[in-house]
């Protein structure tokens, strides 16, 4: 079979590395974005062309994928006069790696299937290293039909592939999931800041830590940084501050609320006012050691 046209918007680290790998694999790409440098790279390596508008992009592809940063962005390059949804073909498919409001993507959804298009949100776990090499976690979610139909070209993308249902599931669990995680790291850095101020050891307090059951990924993550002085999380203050106010506005869609991500929202934001947004998000123990009653 002919393999699929893809079309890709978001040239960052993660997303120039799944490029990368779908040209290993065979792929044609169409691409744009503003690091021209990372556009070069990949016109450079062949089969691959750049346009100028996402309406461009959208009538050369057969597949439209999204790794961008927020949901204004995505909402930006959909709904634009040169936007993906003037240019996008009948059969196509718009897929959304990246982290965005569950009910914006509702919405894409649904003009889209006006058009008589599908959509996907796969929001990605792992680490740009795993993009390179396709070895992607995945959770996906949208139109089952079109979910099968795009499957062999997440395969390549990913080493799990996880279908979650009705569009916007995917986005909801990334959600959720990064919830945990940021208020886990937000917990374990104040933690490792107020046993300092009361002349507790810091890396005592880890090793009778991690011998019980809070032991965790991300509680190594922020011992690294609070004890070891090494920060190689590789995801920002200002990525998880991001994502958590998404999570906040998510269950206030729902009619309720989260106090505890409230809580880590509020820090995570004060260490971004303080400066400390483009650093890896246990560095926001700098802020804990430094707060004030």
């Not at 986005?171 to 937000?186: A, D, E, P, Q």
């Amino acid at each position: 079979m002919t393999k699929p046209v893809i079309g890709f918007i978001g040239l960052g680290l993660m997303g120039g590395n799944m490029v990368e790998n779908l040209q290993k694999r065979g792929f044609e790409l169409v691409v744009m974005g503003r690091k021209k440098d990372a556009v070069a790279a990949v016109v450079d390596r062949g089969n691959a062309r750049e346009v100028s508008t996402p309406k461009e992009l959208a009538e050369a592809s057969d597949i439209i994928m999204l790794c961008v940063t927020t949901s204004d962005v995505v909402e930006s390059l959909v709904y634009g006069d040169d936007g993906i949804l003037a240019g996008i073909k009948e059969g196509a498919v718009l897929i959304d790696f990246g982290t965005s409001i569950p009910a914006s993507t509702r919405k894409i959804g649904a003009d889209l299937a006006a058009k008589g298009a599908g959509m996907l949100d796969a929001p990605l776990g792992r680490t740009p290293a795993h993009a390179k090499d396709g070895l992607l976690n995945i959770m996906a979610a949208g139109d089952k039909e079109t979910f099968d139909r795009v499957k062999p070209v997440l395969d390549e993308q990913g080493e799990n592939v996880f279908y979650l249902g009705a569009l916007g599931a995917g986005h909801v669990t990334k959600l959720i999931n990064n919830y945990m995680g940021m208020t886990t790291v937000c917990a374990m850095s104040q933690a490792f800041a107020v046993a300092d101020r009361a002349g507790v050891d810091r890396a005592q307090l880890f090793d009778i830590m991690s011998a019980g059951p809070s032991n965790s990924p991300f509680m190594g993550f922020c011992k690294k940084y609070a004890v070891d002085g090494v920060s190689d999380l590789g995801f920002s203050i200002d990525n998880a501050n991001k994502d958590l106010r998404y999570f906040l506005q998510m269950v206030e869609d729902m009619g309720t609320q989260a106090p505890i991500a409230e809580g880590a929202s509020h820090a995570l934001q004060a260490a971004a006012d303080a400066g400390m947004g483009s650093g890896n998000v246990p560095e926001v123990f700098d802020y804990f050691m430094k707060l004030k009653r």
